[in-house]
């Protein structure tokens, strides 16, 4: 793993803004693997600055998300679909056609998993951005989630309903259940960059990069993959 630390939220962005257009500049077919949450808004804002200005171009870009949370159609404002339009793909040029997310409002979730699965595997991510739950969990792999799973519905934990639930007006509006890729289908991208920010994630980016390799620390499987870079703000890598 590479770890760079750096003193801030905005620094972090920076530089994972900075990999990942790299990524876009040297290969303007790339695949990227995206995530939501607070984490990558920093690094959105600045993909969507470089586009305007016309450092990148993300025209022939395609990308697949980690999750949906399940019974929000795309519509709907919290829906991870609404979240990337609003925050990264209305404001490039990309085509919307070539953006996929797991469609949390399927009325068969079974067949709805079997079809993100199999178009992760037609379109493997050249990198996956990441970001880290309090708990561990990378999409929406909670603590024990079997490393060599794909595309699944899960019940979230409380204290990620809890995390989640500054997004939603009351914690009850907050879904239990989720689509997620699978641990299988994250550790399938060539490369990982996973991002931290705070110290309500320090313990988690412990036991991620220095904690043992098991499915308590959804997070430590990172270990084995080949190539990731881990970009932590200062309170998020307090405890290394
Ligand atoms: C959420 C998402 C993850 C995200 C993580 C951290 O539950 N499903 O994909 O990376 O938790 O969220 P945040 O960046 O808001 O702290």
């Known amino acids: 793993m590479k770890i760079i630390v750096v003193d801030d939220y905005e620094q972090m962005s920076d ?14 077919n790339a695949t990227l693997g995206l995530a939501t949450g607070s984490t990558p808004l920093g690094t959105y804002a600045r993909l969507v600055e470089a586009c305007a200005c016309g ?9 697949c998300n980690l999750d949906e949370y399940v019974g929000l159609n795309a519509d709907n404002v919290n829906s991870y679909a609404h979240y990337m339009r609003e925050n990264l793909f209305d404001k490039i040029d990309i085509n919307i056609d070539n953006t996929h997310l797991p ?19 037609s379109i ?15 999409g929406f792999n909670e ?16 204290s990620t309903v809890k ?25 399938r991208a060539r ?23 098991n499915e308590a620390c959804p997070a430590s499987v990172l270990q084995r993959h080949p190539d990731v870079t881990v970009v932590l703000d200062k309170s998020a890598a307090a405890l290394l």
């Open 55 to 63: 450092e990148i171009s993300f025209a022939a870009v395609r990308t």
């Open 15 to 28: 530089k994972s803004a900075e990999l990942l257009g790299n990524a876009v500049k040297s290969d303007p």
């Open 143 to 158: 603590p024990y989630s079997p490393f060599d799973g794909h595309t699944h519905v899960v019940t979230l934990a409380e």
């Open 191 to 213: 490369k990982i960059l996973i991002l931290a920010s705070g110290a309500n994630k320090a313990q988690a980016v412990y036991d991620m990069i220095k904690g043992e390799i």
């Open 163 to 187: 995390d989640n639930s500054r997004l939603f007006s009351h914690i009850d509006e907050v879904p239990r259940k989720a689509i997620t890729m699978g641990i299988a289908d994250i550790m």
């Open 124 to 138: 493997p991510q050249d990198i996956q951005l990441l970001g880290l739950g309090s708990d561990g969990h990378i």
């Open 103 to 121: 469609n949390g409002a399927a009325q068969d979730l079974d067949a709805e998993c079997a079809r993100y699965t199999e178009l992760l595997e």
